[in-house]
């Protein structure tokens, strides 16, 4: 029997009753309001992102930096898409691994799932390395893997003490965000209409000059913008914790893309118009472009608090909510029987306490290998999630055309093509150091999955033998 259309009778299941219906039993704490999703999102995302890689993203976009995050939001609303179509469908956790797992089968999604492992995996780390680099800007001589490991520790405390410690601060973190965002824009303002910084002007070029636009150009762009917006998929991570009754995962995934590219466009658009038409920083200084820029237009200490701010954006904040994330994806993983079953141990608080403790040591052996390896780091994370999302675009037609002969071409069939042509493209021209690595990690990936075939241990999902019944569950309703 294959799985219908959604009917009247599904909506009308509650959020246990949906996941029993795939023959699973409710084990992480129901707790994650739409709102709670909807900061998660923003907090994994980061809405001062660009603070860090405004001099970067200037100088590849010939001062347009805008208009990358612009065709950031055009390209990666089709992953968005995508993913809330399946949201909708199959309210799991564990993110491409269960949607790619059940929309086209346990295979495919088994290798889903451990593509997009290396970029949660990858994600804290590289977070981790990140924070400590900064600190040694505030204290010079101090060693970075010290602070690396204070943020872990800080990360993996507030996990372990439950989803709500975790809901309070991202709250309090995205209050934070928010407040400099708005001091931001009132010194960029100020500096404009006074004139403080000689040659800057509140001016349209930076979002779109015609004499600068190319082909190479826009392409080169799509390739940083469509990676500055990742993180809105970890929201489908908490689907198996949300109060919501229905689609909420997949409702605040394009909900929260929409507002972060609000605050991108908003913040860099501003200061683009502080650089005063400079062709390009140098690269010794396009770290901190940002953070001059905020020096010059302000005259004051404000640079600093902007600087400690960003530091603990990422090194608590962002890191806290993508260790979240991949301990539910290890949790996932491992509850179908496709990784130890010791990761899908759950504590008094309802958290999947061995898969945050694996996170925390892995985390914490990389970022000693790899400290002072931004960019390798930066280029593996980037293939693992480019990978995972190319499958997810796959299943939604499987799932959705195939298996449910749906009718809806445009969101069944366009939405997920051009998703998977854009995502495809960003990962063919990757760097080939993404590449090479994230081969090597598919290779690796076959090798765990031909042990469990092996060993006797199926990677197939658990719930797969109750399908039919949540089929029947679905069909009920049309009657």
């Known amino acids: 029997m294959s799985i219908r259309s959604e009917s009247p009778g599904a909506s009308e299941l509650s959020s246990q009753e949906q996941l029993e219906s795939y023959g699973y039993k409710q084990e992480l704490k129901r707790s994650v309001s739409t709102m709670d999703l909807l900061i998660y999102g923003l907090i994994f995302m980061v809405p001062i992102a660009p603070w860090a890689i405004f ?19 055009v390209a990666m609303i089709f992953t968005a898409l995508a993913y809330a179509q399946m949201a909708k469908s199959i309210p799991l956790a564990g993110s491409v691994f269960s949607y790619v797992g059940r929309g086209i089968n346990p295979t495919f999604g088994f290798f889903a799932g451990w593509a997009i492992l290396l970029d949660y995996l990858l994600v804290p780390t590289l977070l981790y390395v990140f924070a400590a680099e900064s600190m040694i800007g505030i204290f010079p001589g101090s060693a970075r893997w010290i602070w690396a490991l204070i943020f872990v520790a800080i990360n993996t405390v507030v996990n372990l003490l439950g989803i709500s410690s975790l809901k309070r601060l991202n709250r309090v973190f995205l209050a934070i965000e928010v407040v400099f965002i708005v001091i931001f824009v009132i010194i960029a303002v100020i500096a404009l209409n006074h004139g403080t910084i000689p040659g800057a002007e509140f001016t349209t ?3 779109w000059d015609p004499s600068k636009v190319t082909g190479p150009l826009i392409a080169s762009a799509l390739s940083i913008a469509v990676l500055s917006f990742l993180g809105f998929d970890g929201i489908s991570t908490l689907a198996e914790e949300s109060t919501g009754r229905r689609n909420s995962a ?8 929409f507002i972060v ?17 400079r062709a390009s920083f140098p690269d010794s200084q396009a770290g901190n472009a940002f953070f001059d820029l905020v020096r010059e237009a302000s005259s004051s200490g404000w640079a ?27 949790y996932s993983m491992s509850r179908d029987r496709q990784l130890p079953k010791f990761l899908s141990r759950i504590n008094s608080r309802q958290v999947p306490q061995a898969a945050i403790l694996t996170v925390s040591v892995i985390s914490a052996v990389l970022v000693l290998f790899f400290v002072g390896q931004i960019n390798l780091i930066t280029s593996l ?11 997810l675009h796959v299943s939604v037609i499987v799932h959705y055309l195939v298996r449910k002969r749906s009718k809806n071409y445009l969101l069944h069939l366009v939405v997920p093509v051009v998703g998977f042509l854009i995502i495809g493209y960003v990962l063919v021209n990757a760097d080939i ?12 990936g076959l090798g765990v999955y031909l042990f469990y075939r092996r060993s006797g241990r199926k990677t197939t999902t658990l719930g797969e033998d109750t ?3 949540a089929s029947a569950v679905r069909e009920g309703g049309e009657r």
């Open 55 to 73: 001099g970067t993203v200037y100088n590849a976009s010939a001062g347009m930096v805008p208009l990358v995050y612009l065709i950031g939001l």
């Open 205 to 207: 070029k930076s979002v």
């Open 250 to 257: 997949g409702k605040a995934m394009i909900i929260a893309l």
């Open 261 to 277: 590219a609000f605050f991108f466009v908003l913040e860099t658009w501003l200061a683009s118009a502080l650089a005063a038409g």
């Open 304 to 330: 600093t608090a902007f600087f400690v701010v960003n530091v603990l954006a990422v090194g608590i904040a962002n890191a806290m909510a993508a260790q979240a994330a991949t301990s539910r994806l290890l």
């Open 381 to 391: 994370v980037n293939f693992g999630a480019l990978f995972g999302f190319m499958l």
């Open 433 to 444: 150091l993404a590449k090479i690595g994230g081969i090597v990690w598919l290779i690796v």
């Open 467 to 469: 399908m039919d019944v």
